[in-house]
């Protein structure tokens, strides 16, 4: 009951473990009432375990800023996955115009990735290399790099030829109307939301 309680007032579902992070810098999951790691954490993130990370003495939300610190810690003892230059751009999205709508797209954009790159990889796997879903992944590749002109122009590089120039500006162009067509959707429900 107690739990229960202390998870209600916390803003939390039931199915949601709570960790509390104490001035010590100490994680404790209260569902196992031990004390934890943020390599705990990550692997929980990757068994898709809910948590949710809360200052012990203030009851704050910090589960941002664990899981930034997590991708920290990756980046710095592991193979590195977030490239210098998306970084460079992801910096340069804060304070913009288009901040707000950022959220949305880069988890759209990752939860796309996600779901297509199963798809590609069982398809490799089963010996198709010239199979729809190739298409499927180059369409996708070709969407990320329109985004990214988009958001930040300069970005992407420049094709070798002049008609490869011209193919890809008219890709481009369908590609990025139908991104707005998206963007405009997502603003309307935030819009929709702030209400």
Do not use: C, W
């Not at 068994?47 to 800023?65: L, P, Q, R, W, Y």
């Not at 990889?121 to 985004?147: C, D, Q, V, W, Y």
């Amino acid at each position: 009951m107690a739990r229960k309680n202390a998870d209600a007032a916390m803003n939390v579902s039931e199915d949601t473990i709570v960790i509390k992070k104490y001035a010590n810098r100490r994680l404790y999951n209260t569902a196992s009432s031990s004390y934890i790691t943020l390599e705990d954490l990550a692997s929980m993130v990757r068994e898709n375990v809910e948590f949710a990370v809360f200052d012990a003495k203030s009851g704050e939300d910090i589960t941002h800023s664990i899981l930034t610190q997590i991708i920290m810690d990756e980046e710095a003892n592991g193979e590195q996955m977030l490239p210098v230059s998306f970084l460079r751009q992801l910096i340069s999205m804060y304070g913009n115009s288009m901040q707000s709508m950022m959220p949305s797209y880069l988890e759209a954009t990752v939860t796309n990735f996600r779901e297509k790159q199963s798809e590609i990889r069982e398809a490799f796997e089963k010996g198709m290399a010239n199979n729809p879903l190739s298409a499927i992944h180059e369409t996708n590749m070709a969407m990320m790099r329109a985004a990214a002109q988009t958001f930040i122009p300069g970005v992407g590089g420049k094709p070798a030829t002049k008609k490869a120039q011209t193919e890809q500006q008219d890709g481009s162009n369908a590609e990025i109307a139908a991104l707005r067509e998206q963007m405009a959707a997502m603003q309307k429900k935030l819009d929709e939301l702030d209400k």
